[in-house]
């Protein structure tokens, strides 16, 4: 089993920096991937960006168009964590931000091929 645990998010206005953290415990070799979803009230869970532990794009994030320029994912290997530093923010990137990881290979934005997932950090932006 992995164990996700987030932090950070908060409060902001609108052009203002926010990051969110996530560190993974447990049977960390087995991850292949982890990433950040994001869900705003009344809508669907949508996929934020990513990267891979292993394979291929070790190391390399991939975005949604959403947030794509305005958004960067890091990855500390030392401490199995990821943290997804938010700028430019938006009141559309209100939403409960969580972390996912899967043991499989590629990073898609269908929340169902991962099966792990953290608690959720709220990340509220206001105009």
């Known amino acids: 089993q992995v164990r996700l645990v987030e932090s950070g998010g908060g409060l902001a206005q609108e052009g203002d920096s926010l990051s969110v953290s996530c560190a993974a415990s447990?049977?960390?070799?087995?991850?292949?991937?982890m990433v950040w979803f994001r869900q705003a009230p009344g809508k669907e869970r949508e996929f934020v960006a990513g990267?891979?532990?292993?394979?291929?794009?070790?190391?390399?994030?991939e975005y949604s168009d959403s947030v794509k320029d305005r958004f960067t994912l890091s990855r500390d290997g030392a401490k199995n964590s990821i943290v997804l530093q938010m700028n430019s923010l938006r009141p559309e990137d209100t939403a409960v931000y969580y972390c996912?990881?899967?043991?499989?290979?590629?990073?898609?934005?269908?929340?169902?091929?991962?099966?792990?997932w953290g608690q959720g950090t709220q990340v509220t932006v206001s105009s």
């Open positions: 990267i891979a532990w292993s394979g291929p794009r070790t190391n390399y994030p």
């Open positions: 996912a990881a899967r043991p499989g290979p590629g990073i898609g934005p269908n929340r169902l091929d991962y099966p792990y």
């Open positions: 447990g049977r960390t070799l087995s991850i292949y991937a």
